[in-house]
Structures are given as structure tokens and as C-alpha cells.
């Protein structure tokens, strides 16, 4: 009865999570520029809160893509996080993340930065477990969830090209014992209407903090 009830579809608004924070001296080098390390801390933690929203439980952060630092951000700005997931799999979950700063006098606001993180939901023996699917309502999630595929499907290419560049297999050529059976996969598959199977190298690569 558990595993049913976390499986039900999810609305990624159930899930949607902002943090907003002033930021201090300690957030900043001798410029008064905050690190980007402390961007990247808050930006994780806010992926992380929604991942285990959708996910009814633990989620390990596996990997951030396309961070990008458009602004700086001083001492003394108000800085707000938004994360929202954009598409599961079967275990794993893409979670986007906008990062904007507010000049608390002037209150001009401006975009400085986003993210897509992965995350993979751990059952109570750390093994990954499945997700609930998401629901996309409306054209913009709809858009961010075949944005997600296609950075999926990416990833997946970059890992199997590196695979092959390792094997010596000249020209791209696939090497002959590679297939769908050729690596493990820990429990990821392919769900009933997925485009593609979840990639693999989700699961496998070593868990980051969450």
C-alpha cells in the first residue's frame, strides 16, 4: 500500500520550493562578492527539498548541470531560490533551479543564476527506488519536461561516447559488446510511455550531498 501511494502521478506544483536568504559577510570574499560555492549550497539544498518532496523520501543529488553565474551578488542582497522538478525517470529526478537577487534599497531584481540537478531516491538500504511520475500542467512545464528528456538523452550520449573513446573504438563506432544488457543498471528501466530508458550512469555514479 506504501509502494502504490508513492507512485501516484505527481503535479510538479506540489513540490515547488523557494528559499530566500540576506546575504552576509561570511557569504562573501574581501570585495563583498558572495562565493559562488554559497550560491551553489543553496542552490543544491533547494533542489534537494524538492526532489524529496516528490519523491516521499531520501534523495541524493548525483550531479548539477549548465550552473551558470549571470550577476554577481553582494553583501547585503536578498537572494531568492526557486526549484521546481522538471521530469523523473525511474529513480531519478531532474530538478530545476533559478536563482534571483533583490537590492533591498532600490529593489531592482535580477536573474543570476540557474541549474538542473539530478537526484536519485534511496530506499531505506540506500538502494534507489522508484518515483512517482509527473504530471505537466500547462505549456511551460510541459516545455521544461521535454527540455529535461533532451538533457537526459545528452548526458547519456556524452557518457557513452566517453565509454567508447576508453574502449579504443575508432570513429564512434559502437563497441561490439555494448547493448542494452551491457552494463548494469541497478534497478533503472524503462517506464510503460518513457521515451527512452532512464540512463544508467544516473544511479551508478557516486552519490553527491544532498
Given at each position: 500500500?506504501?509502494?502504490?501511494?508513492?507512485?501516484?502521478?505527481?503535479?510538479?506544483?506540489?513540490?515547488?520550493?523557494?528559499?530566500?536568504?540576506?546575504?552576509?559577510?561570511?557569504?562573501?570574499?574581501?570585495?563583498?562578492?558572495?562565493?559562488?560555492?554559497?550560491?551553489?549550497?543553496?542552490?543544491?539544498?533547494?533542489?534537494?527539498?524538492?526532489?524529496?518532496?516528490?519523491?516521499g523520501?531520501?534523495?541524493?543529488?548525483?550531479?548539477?548541470?549548465?550552473?551558470?553565474?549571470?550577476?554577481?551578488?553582494?553583501?547585503?542582497?536578498?537572494?531568492?531560490?526557486?526549484?521546481?522538478?522538471?521530469?523523473?525517470?525511474?529513480?531519478s529526478l531532474?530538478?530545476?533551479?533559478?536563482?534571483?537577487?533583490?537590492?533591498?534599497i532600490?529593489?531592482?531584481?535580477?536573474?543570476?543564476?540557474?541549474?538542473?540537478l539530478?537526484?536519485?531516491?534511496?530506499?531505506?538500504?540506500?538502494?534507489?527506488?522508484?518515483?512517482?511520475?509527473?504530471?505537466?500542467?500547462?505549456?511551460e512545464?510541459?516545455?521544461?519536461?521535454?527540455?529535461?528528456?533532451?538533457?537526459?538523452q545528452?548526458?547519456?550520449s556524452?557518457?557513452?561516447?566517453?565509454?567508447?573513446?576508453?574502449?579504443?573504438?575508432p570513429?564512434?563506432?559502437?563497441?561490439?559488446?555494448?547493448?542494452?544488457?551491457?552494463?548494469?543498471?541497478?534497478?533503472?528501466g524503462?517506464?510503460?510511455?518513457?521515451?527512452?530508458?532512464?540512463?544508467?550512469?544516473?544511479?551508478?555514479?557516486?552519490?553527491?550531498?544532498?
Amino acid at each position: 500500500m506504501v509502494v502504490s501511494r508513492r507512485l501516484t502521478p505527481k503535479r510538479g506544483a506540489e513540490s515547488q520550493t523557494v528559499l530566500v536568504q540576506l546575504m552576509e559577510i561570511t557569504h562573501a570574499n574581501v570585495a563583498g562578492i558572495v562565493h559562488g560555492g554559497e550560491v551553489m549550497k543553496l542552490v543544491d539544498t533547494a533542489a534537494g527539498i524538492a526532489a524529496i518532496k516528490h519523491a516521499g523520501g531520501m534523495c541524493v543529488t548525483v550531479s548539477m548541470d549548465e550552473m551558470s553565474f549571470l550577476h554577481p551578488i553582494h553583501v547585503g542582497d536578498l537572494v531568492t531560490v526557486k526549484a521546481c522538478v522538471n521530469d523523473v525517470g525511474t529513480t531519478s529526478l531532474e530538478i530545476g533551479v533559478r536563482v534571483e537577487v533583490e537590492d533591498v534599497i532600490s529593489r531592482e531584481r535580477k536573474h543570476t543564476s540557474s541549474a538542473y540537478l539530478v537526484f536519485v531516491a534511496l530506499d531505506a538500504l540506500g538502494k534507489p527506488r522508484p518515483v512517482p511520475p509527473l504530471i505537466a500542467d500547462g505549456t511551460e512545464e510541459r516545455r521544461r519536461q521535454r527540455e529535461a528528456k533532451m538533457r537526459r538523452q545528452a548526458r547519456l550520449s556524452h557518457r557513452e561516447a566517453i565509454d567508447r573513446q576508453r574502449l579504443g573504438v575508432p570513429g564512434g563506432a559502437e563497441p561490439a559488446s555494448q547493448g542494452p544488457t551491457s552494463r548494469p543498471t541497478q534497478g533503472e528501466g524503462a517506464r510503460a510511455g518513457d521515451e527512452a530508458s532512464e540512463p544508467d550512469d544516473d544511479a551508478q555514479r557516486p552519490h553527491l550531498r544532498m
